[in-house]
């Protein structure tokens, strides 16, 4: 699963990347410790041009009564988000890149101590993970939420978690924002090739704790 994740990159850097259009809400960056709940970067399509906008990281359906009526859902499995009530309307009609300087995933050991990992592009890139997202309102509160579309995890990726996020290539974006046509259910499969990963503080263990140290390499 994807679970935590750090965002780098000034706004500027990420629109130009992704071609997109920014909006004047996004979030502050460089955030290391980026939760669920929080807002996250997003990008989006019409078909003809793209945006680079906040969302609430955590999908809400729309029979939700409030944003916590039911499980908080930051991630959507791969293997049957066609079938989940919650999903098989926006893995059709509502999909986005959430943009990621890297994620974190957590060990344990012997003792039962969680060890964290930071884990990334080799090649220094962003991630640009597979999104869903969702409007939701009620009551006068509304948000437009996400989620991080996971598969099974292959390679060296197994040696940390069962689950990854599935990171998507330059190349496959239009066919995942549906510029490109259809047929982007043969997007959602593992890429651990392109991922590299080190241990970190296990201060990150604390969804308060912040700072560049966050993703630094530790000695192990």
């Known amino acids: 699963m994807c679970g935590r994740m750090a965002i780098t990159l000034p706004h500027d850097a990420m629109a130009q990347i992704f ?4 909006a004047n809400d996004l979030p502050d960056v460089p955030n290391y410790n980026v939760c669920p709940t929080v807002q996250v970067h997003s990008v989006t399509s019409d078909g003809d ?3 680079l906008r906040p969302m609430r990281w955590g ?5 939700y009564k409030t944003p916590t009526d039911g499980p908080l859902l930051i991630n959507a499995r791969a293997e049957t988000v066609a079938e989940k009530p919650a999903f098989r309307a926006a893995v059709r009609e509502r999909r986005c890149l959430i943009p990621a300087s890297g994620f974190y995933e957590w060990t344990v050991d012997e003792d ?3 060890l964290p990992w930071f ?4 090649d220094g890139d962003p991630l640009a ?13 509304s948000f437009v939420t996400c989620a991080v579309v996971t598969t099974g995890a292959t390679g060296r990726m197994r040696n ?3 689950r990854m996020p599935v990171v998507l290539e330059p190349g496959d974006w239009p066919l995942w924002l549906g510029e490109a046509g259809h047929g982007a259910a043969v997007l959602m499969k593992p890429n651990p090739e392109v991922l590299a990963f080190h241990r970190v503080d296990p201060k990150v263990n604390s969804n308060r704790a912040s700072g560049p140290e966050l993703i630094e390499p530790i000695d192990v």
């Open 19 to 22: 071609g997109a259009t920014p």
């Open 49 to 51: 041009s793209r945006r």
């Open 59 to 63: 999908f809400i359906p729309h029979w």
């Open 112 to 114: 039962g101590n969680k």
């Open 119 to 122: 884990i990334h592009r080799e």
């Open 129 to 141: 993970f597979a999104g869903l997202w969702q409007g939701w309102e009620r009551e006068g509160e």
């Open 160 to 162: 940390i978690h069962s």
